[in-house]
């Protein structure tokens, strides 16, 4: 019998505009990481990514989010993107055709600890526990997959006294019309939904 070997398809990927000019959102056809991975520093990515650990090596790059089959690449204000765009479709192109490690073990259990960590040094009442998980609940059924589609990730990260921080990610990161996006679309939906929220607040990285 002869012998058969398999055929791996082809790595295509295509970018996206974001909301957010100074990043842009890299798409491909392979799943990447089943998560969310927001490097915005060099340490962390060195640490975790070796991936996001390389694409720090090009000068032009900020930070890297890294979520399911995209990455969204946010660029140094003094860089174009239509002067890079092309070299780095490839340079993403040619690291997952070789099949290189995306993220390394662990990271993912590092994040948790990390979070709850930070959870623990936030106190609720029963009541506001009940209206956190409420909150929690309305972001990731309303919000999560508007700003995925936008290159970037929101976050829940407290609730104190009718004012709601959340952690913004990726493209959403530092984007001039997140402001208004807080504002104007999450703020507006919780008050409506839930009297108790005041106000919604953005936490800076």
């Not at 002869?2 to 798409?27: C, G, H, R």
């Not at 959403?172 to 402001?179: K, L, R």
Request: aromatic fraction near 8%; proline fraction near 4%.
């Amino acid at each position: 019998m002869e012998a058969t070997t398999a055929t791996k398809s082809p790595v295509l990927i295509y970018t996206e505009q974001t909301p957010n000019p100074e990043s842009l959102k890299f798409v491909t056809n392979k799943m990447l990481y089943a998560g969310t991975a927001d490097f915005r520093t060099r340490e962390l990515a060195l640490e975790y990514s070796p991936l996001a650990s390389a694409l720090f090596e090009l000068p032009y790059v900020k930070s890297v989010y890294i979520s399911n089959n995209f990455i969204t690449l946010t660029k140094e204000l003094n860089y174009e993107w239509e002067d890079m765009m092309i070299r780095t479709k490839e340079f993403i192109k040619n690291y997952v055709a070789e099949e290189k490690p995306i993220i390394r073990e662990g990271f993912a259990e590092a994040m948790t600890a990390i979070e709850e960590k930070q959870r623990a040094e936030i106190s609720y009442s029963d009541d506001d526990g009940e209206l956190v998980q409420r909150i929690k609940e309305l972001i990731d059924t309303y919000v999560k997959p508007a700003v995925e589609m936008d290159g970037g990730n929101i976050e829940f990260k407290s609730y104190n006294d009718g004012i709601v921080t959340l952690i913004m990610q990726g493209a959403c990161s530092g984007c001039p019309s997140s402001t208004v996006t807080l504002k104007s679309g999450i703020e507006a939906m919780l008050k409506r939904m839930m009297p108790q929220v005041k106000e919604v607040v953005q936490e800076m990285a």
